[in-house]
């Protein structure tokens, strides 16, 4: 199914809308998007927590074992099932590469300045870096992004325990 079949599972203009096929389109276009922002509600990984590949493998596999026994949608939850290993590793990379920059940032005063506020953190290391890493993939650089600012996280929060 595409993107046009998706849309027309979900178009309310319809009269002949089906109630399932709607609410599994919907979850489709959800995940899709959740995926595509890298694991974040808000698309702002400075403002949210992102959900953990790992979590959201599971969630996949549940979906997509539904979808088989439905016939519904079966093509659309394996696709989104078989990105799990390269946003895994894309998330992995993110926390990586911050690790680097806080390695370097250590040794310069300023720098560390810089890394240490949020704002400045994920505009000017969190994006350059998955843009760096994936330069053509926008997906694979929000999943690095993701990665980076959770352990941003870890590092500058972990004493308000909001890691």
């Not at 890493?133 to 996280?153: I, K």
Request: hydrophobic fraction near 40%.
């Amino acid at each position: 199914m595409n993107v046009w079949d998706l849309q027309h599972c979900i178009d309310l203009h319809r009269t002949d809308i089906d109630l399932e096929e709607f609410s599994s389109a919907l979850a489709v276009q959800h995940v899709s998007r959740l995926i595509a922002s890298g694991g974040s509600d808000v698309q702002r990984p400075e403002l949210d927590l992102p959900l953990n590949p790992r979590h959201l493998e599971a969630f996949l596999a549940r979906a997509f074992e539904m979808a088989r026994g439905i016939k519904r949608f079966e093509r659309e939850w394996e696709k989104l099932y078989r990105l799990i290993p390269l946003l895994e590793h894309a998330w992995e990379k993110g926390q990586s590469l911050f690790q680097s920059d806080l390695t370097r940032a250590m040794a310069n005063e300023e720098e560390m300045e810089y890394l240490s506020e949020v704002d400045f953190a994920v505009d000017c290391f969190a994006y350059a870096a998955g843009r760096s890493t994936y330069p053509h993939d926008p997906t694979l650089q929000a999943w690095v992004t993701s990665g980076y600012m959770l352990a941003w996280r870890r590092h500058f929060l972990a004493d308000e325990g909001t890691a």
